[in-house]
């Protein structure tokens, strides 16, 4: 309950401007590899397959996991995307959803 809690007081910091974003160069690959790492851990049981294709990502989950997250990371994510004023979305498909985002590259 108090990880649902702190979930929600961020993602109001960031609706409420309460939070200031500093934008920084980082790497992709190995930020997916971490976060991809993290959520094994969370949830050893569940069967992950992390696929990513430069220079866009794609994440694909299994229809049968049984996932116990808040449900508000992607209204996190749509927020900092909107802060940053970067295009992102969801499109249905014939064999699930598409969530899209664009990140400037810096050369």
Known sequence: ??????TLID????????????PERSDVVEFLETVAGRLLMNA??????LQYELPWTKFYRDKNTK???SGLGLAI?????????LA???ANREDGV??????PTVT
Do not use: C
């Open 1 to 6: 309950m108090s990880r649902l809690i702190t």
């Open 11 to 22: 993602l109001s910091a960031l609706e409420n401007g309460a939070t200031e974003l500093v």
């Open 44 to 49: 050893p049981d569940t069967d992950f397959d």
């Open 67 to 69: 996932y116990s997250g």
């Open 77 to 85: 994510v749509a927020q900092i995307l909107s802060m940053q004023h």
């Open 88 to 90: 992102y979305g969801a």
């Open 98 to 103: 598409v969530f899209y985002f664009s990140i």
